[in-house]
């Protein structure tokens, strides 16, 4: 996922990424969560997996 211009769902070769804004709600449950953490959205549970 990046923080950017929210251009939605990214294909790059054979994986997937999300650009996303800083003002949606997905954006505001991880924001100052490292690596490792993890956060809910909706009932779903996700682990930030990297950083960069």
Known sequence: MFI?????KIQVEEDTY?????QVPV??????LKVGDTFTINNNQF???DIF
């Open 27 to 32: 954006f505001k449950a991880m924001q100052d």
């Open 18 to 22: 999300f650009a996303i804004s800083t």
């Open 4 to 8: 950017a211009v929210a251009l939605g």
């Open 47 to 49: 682990t930030i997996k």
